[in-house]
């Protein structure tokens, strides 16, 4: 058996938290190793547990799930993958815990093979939020000041600011000057929506060979997700933000 996703549970409701738990065990490659009942208990159990994700509640007592992203990114390459849930979709929220570092949303209501698939898509740094909604989210951050876009990008397209504080042009950005022709392809096509599988079908090439192009060039731009790559791609022009 391939090794399992190591889970943390973030809920102020014990039902919400147990409910969770019989969902996500009841998979073989998913387990629950810790629960926490609000954001300060998270942050303490994710510095002791080291888990590759955390099921992160949004509205909760002592520290708020967006609160607790923030602090628990600051772990830097330690941090887990955080996806957020929430019992209603709000734009705000969204926009909120991206710039904590979340790199996905899901809601609380969703059938239960949705939360299975949310968890695995996260925890392979897949896309999760529908594409729509995404570019209404990316609409919105990018209309906020540039101090509050996701940490990751912002220090990411810090790399494409001189000294004197003015911005270079999409094509001069050191990071997408060190991608490859094929490599920036799969940016642009990401930033506008598309799965591996979509955009494998659209360049003819396979599946795999997507999944390798997405990698690299996560790691050249800085940041750990294609959701925050997308947010990067809107940042410095790759794609124009639908109006």
Do not use: W
């Not at 002592?62 to 600051?74: F, H, K, N, S, Y």
């Amino acid at each position: 058996m391939s090794e399992q996703i190591r889970v943390v549970l973030v809920d102020d409701h014990q039902l919400v938290r147990m409910g969770f738990k019989l969902i996500l065990e009841s998979e073989a490659d998913i387990v629950v190793v810790g629960e926490a009942t609000d954001g300060r208990e998270a942050v303490a159990v994710v510095e002791r547990l080291e888990p590759d994700l955390v099921c992160m509640d949004v509205q909760m007592p002592v520290l708020d799930g967006i609160a607790a992203t923030r602090e628990i990114m600051q772990l830097g390459d330690a941090a887990p993958r955080v996806l957020m849930l929430t019992t209603f979709r709000d734009e705000a929220a969204v926009r909120d815990s991206l710039r904590a570092g979340a790199s996905g949303f899901v809601l609380k209501n969703s059938p239960p093979e949705t939360l299975v698939e949310a968890v695995r898509v996260v925890h392979s740094g897949d896309a999760l939020l529908d594409p729509q909604v995404t570019r209404g989210v990316i609409a919105g951050m990018l209309h906020d000041a540039p101090e509050s876009a996701p940490t990751q990008v912002a220090d990411a397209l810090q790399a494409g600011v001189h000294d004197e504080g003015t911005s270079l042009a999409p094509t001069q950005h050191p990071a997408l000057a060190s991608l490859t022709e094929r490599e920036s392809e799969v940016l642009a096509l990401i930033a506008e929506g598309l799965s591996n599988a979509d955009i494998a079908a659209r360049l003819f090439v396979s599946e795999a060979t997507v999944k390798t192009h997405v990698s690299n060039l996560l790691a050249k731009i800085g940041v750990r997700d294609r959701i925050h790559a997308v947010i990067f791609a809107y940042n410095v022009g790759v794609v124009a933000p639908v109006e």
